[in-house]
């Protein structure tokens, strides 16, 4: 039995080497150049073409590993414009060189600075602009296109975000409420790459959940998968915290952690990563309470979790995060037994998410209001200032 356990730890941590190698591609830097301008034609007043923009734009199925395979390290180039001629005094513009990717990438140039967002599928993001073409103003000589390292970095765009520690049925409870079909095994470190599920409700409302690689104590100093899934919660609207009713313990060498402890953990975590997550609001989900003597533990921790900042001097220190979540809501469920709880849950995410969307409908319609007021008094004003 331990033999088992041992091998199981073993290839979850090849899992996690193979993971290091990063199957899962989610930045992808990238060297690019817009087309160069061509030359005019100053005899005739001719107007060199326009180079060619390298421009990202949204392809549904597109994946950064597709770019990557696509370009494998070249130079990225638009076509140049063309030189104006006798026969056609202005030149044709070269042609713009498209990027292929999936929403929720967000560009950066080489610097850091933020060159746009791939957030819906009409969205595209020029990255590299084509140079003028020559004209009068440039001395007829056409001008180089824009060159610079880019980064792309892909967030993945989900309502929800699954974060737990490893084991804690992130991926089971993702299957129980959706159709995804994610790996699950009894050894951590089984999920490598993010998975996205979406649940369809009876009126078709439909929402999209991310499961995410376990975290684990340390995440912030890089141990297990570190930090670096956190970046696909930065976009969800809620974040549902999983964790096994009876704690954790990432191997025999580790400390076993409580339910409770698990929970700070987690609440330190995310946190180290950006303390702007915990302002997004976070529900608890209890699992694995069809386990023996499962229920005895829920209500001794119960009050506990309902109100953590007034427990947390109990803990040393290492378990205290600067500032306590207050969780929406505490379900105790069972992801494997799919009981009427996990329903539960399922309507319970529906119904913050739903009262979100009417939060931000408001608040649209109260800043059109607001501008429909404005204009409104601008016309009255404008119609006093003519009399
Ligand atoms: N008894 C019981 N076991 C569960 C429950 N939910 C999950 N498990 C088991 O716990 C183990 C881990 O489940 P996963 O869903 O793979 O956990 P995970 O959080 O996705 O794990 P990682 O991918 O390692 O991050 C599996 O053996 C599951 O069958 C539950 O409600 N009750």
């Given amino acids: 039995m331990v033999q088992l356990s041992v091998c199981k730890l073993c290839k979850a941590l090849s899992e996690k080497s193979i993971f290091t190698k990063s199957r899962f591609l989610d930045s992808l830097s990238l060297y690019v150049k817009g087309g160069s301008g061509g030359n005019g034609q100053p005899k005739y007043g001719g107007l060199g073409g ?10 549904a199925g597109a994946s950064l590993e597709s770019v990557k395979k696509q370009f494998k390290g070249v130079r990225i180039t638009a076509a140049s414009g063309d030189n104006s ?15 292929e990717l999936p929403v929720g990438i967000t560009a950066y140039a080489d610097g850091g600075t933020k060159l746009g967002e791939l957030n819906t599928e009409e969205d595209s993001i020029i990255i590299a602009h084509g140079g003028a073409g020559g004209n009068a103003q440039n001395g007829w ?8 390292a880019v980064r792309l970095e892909l967030k993945l765009i989900a309502d929800i975000g699954l974060v737990g520690f490893p084991n804690a049925g992130k991926s089971t409870f993702l299957k129980a409420i959706s159709r995804a079909r994610p790996k699950i095994a009894s050894y951590p470190f089984t999920t490598i790459k993010p998975n996205v599920g979406v649940i369809t409700f009876d009126d078709f409302r439909k929402m999209s959940v991310a499961d995410l690689p376990g975290l684990i104590e340390g ?14 919660v930065e976009r969800t609207k809620l974040i549902a915290m999983i964790v096994d009713v009876n704690g954790f313990q990432l191997g025999l060498k580790h400390p076993k952690r ?3 402890e698990t929970v700070l953990l987690l609440n330190k975590e995310l946190e180290l990563y950006k303390m702007n997550l915990l302002e997004k609001p976070i529900i608890l989900l209890v699992n694995k309470m069809d386990v023996e003597g499962a229920q005895e533990i829920y209500d001794g921790i119960r009050d506990t979790l309902h109100n953590l900042k007034d427990h947390i001097h109990k803990y040393p220190e ?6 306590v979540i207050k969780f929406q809501s505490i379900l105790p469920i069972s992801a494997k037994t799919n009981s009427t709880d996990v329903n539960d849950a399922k309507l319970k995410i529906r119904s913050i998410l739903d009262l979100l969307a009417e939060e931000e409908q408001e608040m649209v319609d109260r800043e059109l209001e607001l501008v429909k007021k404005l204009k409104s008094s601008l016309r009255e004003h404008q119609g006093e200032m003519i009399i």
């Fill in 219 to 232: 995440a912030h100093r890089n141990l297990g998968m570190g930090h670096q899934f956190l970046r696909h």
């Fill in 141 to 148: 000589l056409g001008r180089k296109g824009e060159e610079l």
């Fill in 258 to 260: 409580s339910c409770v």
């Fill in 85 to 99: 001629l006798v026969h056609r005094l202005a030149g044709r513009n070269g042609e713009d060189k498209i990027l």
């Fill in 50 to 59: 326009r180079g060619g923009n390298v421009v990202c734009k949204v392809k």
């Fill in 318 to 323: 290492e378990f205290q995060p600067e500032k």
